[in-house]
C-alpha cells in the first residue's frame, strides 16, 4: 500500500507519460535515467519560473490571502522564495534570450549555466556564452560571469559582456589574490603607499593593478583598481543600456542590518569621531583602523599554495574554503613538497573523493589533469575534455 501511495505521489502527469517503467539497476543505465528524469525536471523548472512570474506580476500572492511572497512560497508551494524568484529570473532571461530557453528545452544546459549565462548574455553575445557553458564546469563559468559583471561595474558598462579571454581571468584572478593577501587593502591604508615594499607573498606582476596613482584622488577605498585596464574594447563593446535594464554596471549599494543596541553603539563612535576632529569619512576611518590591525601575513606553511588557489579548492567542481594541502604525486610514491606538486583542497574533496579513488588529479599544479568517475569526464584548466585529453 505503501509503495503504492509513494508511485502515484510522484507520477507525472499524462502530458509527460502515461507510465513510470520501472528503473534500471546496472549504475551507468540508472545515471542515463536520472539525467533523463532531471532534464524534464528542467522543463518543470521553466514552466514554474512564467507560471509563478505571471502571479507575482498581479500580486497574486495578496490576492490568495498571503502575507508574503515568503509565506505563499513556504506554505503554498512547499519550497524557499529564493527557489522561486531564481526561476522567475530565468524566465525572464530566456524571454530575453531564446537560445537559452532552447538550449535548456534540449537538455543542453543545466538550469544553474542557464541562470548564469542569462545574467550576463544579449543577443549578440548569447551563442558565445552558450558555447563557453557547454565547455566549462558550473564552478569556471560561475567564475567568468562573476569577473565581466566585475569588469562592468567598474566601468560602467552595460551590454555587449561577452565571454572573457584567459589573459583577463588571469588579471582578475591577481586582483582578486591581492585582495586576499592584504596588498590592495595596505596599498588603501597607506594612502598607496606599500609598508616596507612589496608584501611577502604577495602575487607578482601586480605592479599595474595597484599603481598609488590609480588608488590615490578619484577612487573611493575599497572599490577595485584598475579594472578598466583589464577591459579591451572587443570584449566590452557595444552601446550602453540604462542601469534598470542591466543592473550589472555601476556601483552597488552595501546595506548592513544592525540591532538597535549595535546601531546605538556606532552612533556614539561616529560622535566621539567627529569631537575629536578627525578628517575624512566615518566609514573609511572604520575600514582603515580594521586593516591596520587586522592585516597580518598568512603564518600558514602553504600560504603560497593557498594564495594560488585563491583561497578555493582547487577541484573544479568545488569551492569551498576548508584547505588541505594534497600532493599529486603522493609522498608514498616518491612526491616531492615543492608547490608545483601541491594544491589546495578541502577536506571532503582531499579525503572522500582523491584518497578513496573517486577523483584523480595528475600533477603539475599549474595545469592539473583531473578525471571524475567511471565513465570519465575529463577537466583541465576548468575546460571539459575529451579522453584524450584535447580540450573542448
Request: proline residues 7%; glycine residues 8%.
Amino acid at each position: 500500500m505503501a509503495r503504492a501511495l509513494k508511485q502515484n505521489a510522484h507520477r507525472p502527469d499524462d502530458a509527460v507519460t502515461a507510465t513510470i517503467a520501472p528503473p534500471p539497476r546496472e549504475p551507468i543505465a540508472l545515471d542515463a535515467h536520472l539525467r533523463d528524469l532531471n532534464a524534464r525536471l528542467q522543463r518543470r523548472d521553466d514552466r514554474l519560473g512564467e507560471l509563478a512570474r505571471r502571479l507575482w506580476e498581479v500580486d497574486g500572492w495578496r490576492h490568495l490571502g498571503y502575507a508574503s511572497p515568503a509565506q505563499y512560497c513556504h506554505e503554498r508551494l512547499g519550497g524557499s522564495l529564493a527557489a522561486v524568484k531564481a526561476r522567475i529570473t530565468l524566465d525572464r532571461g530566456c524571454d530575453r534570450l531564446p537560445e537559452v530557453a532552447v538550449a535548456l528545452a534540449d537538455g543542453d544546459l543545466a538550469f544553474e549555466a542557464a541562470r548564469l549565462v542569462s545574467r550576463v548574455a544579449d543577443p549578440t553575445t548569447v551563442d558565445a556564452w552558450l558555447r563557453r557553458a557547454a565547455c566549462r564546469t558550473v564552478k569556471h563559468l560561475q567564475e567568468e560571469v562573476e569577473a565581466v559583471e566585475a569588469i562592468a561595474r567598474a566601468d560602467g558598462l552595460t551590454s555587449s559582456l561577452a565571454p572573457p579571454d584567459e589573459e583577463t581571468m588571469e588579471q582578475y584572478f591577481d586582483l582578486e589574490r591581492a585582495m586576499l593577501d592584504g596588498t590592495i587593502a595596505e596599498l588603501l591604508a597607506h594612502g598607496g603607499q606599500m609598508s616596507g615594499g612589496e608584501r611577502p607573498g604577495s602575487t607578482p606582476g601586480l605592479g599595474a593593478h595597484t599603481q598609488p596613482s590609480r588608488m590615490s584622488g578619484g577612487e573611493r577605498p575599497g572599490s577595485t583598481p584598475g579594472l578598466a585596464a583589464h577591459t579591451q574594447p572587443s570584449q566590452m563593446s557595444g552601446t550602453p543600456e540604462s542601469a534598470e535594464e542591466r543592473p550589472v554596471a555601476g556601483r552597488v549599494p552595501l546595506r548592513l542590518r544592525l540591532g538597535a543596541d549595535v546601531a546605538a553603539f556606532w552612533r556614539n563612535v561616529e560622535g566621539w569621531f567627529r569631537a575629536a576632529g578627525e578628517p575624512g569619512d566615518f566609514v573609511d576611518f572604520l575600514i582603515r583602523t580594521f586593516w591596520h590591525t587586522w592585516l597580518v601575513q598568512d603564518p600558514s606553511a602553504r600560504a603560497d599554495v593557498y594564495e594560488r588557489e585563491r583561497h578555493r579548492c582547487a577541484s573544479p567542481v568545488c569551492s569551498n574554503r576548508d584547505l588541505t594541502p594534497h600532493h599529486l604525486v603522493f609522498r608514498s610514491h616518491g612526491g616531492d613538497d615543492e608547490d608545483t606538486n601541491v594544491v589546495g583542497l578541502c577536506v571532503r574533496c582531499h579525503l572522500e573523493l582523491v584518497h578513496l579513488g573517486r577523483l584523480r588529479a595528475e600533477p603539475p599544479a599549474d595545469h592539473v589533469r583531473w578525471t571524475f568517475g567511471r565513465a570519465p569526464l575529463l577537466v583541465v584548466d576548468g575546460r571539459r575534455a575529451d579522453p584524450l585529453g584535447q580540450a573542448g
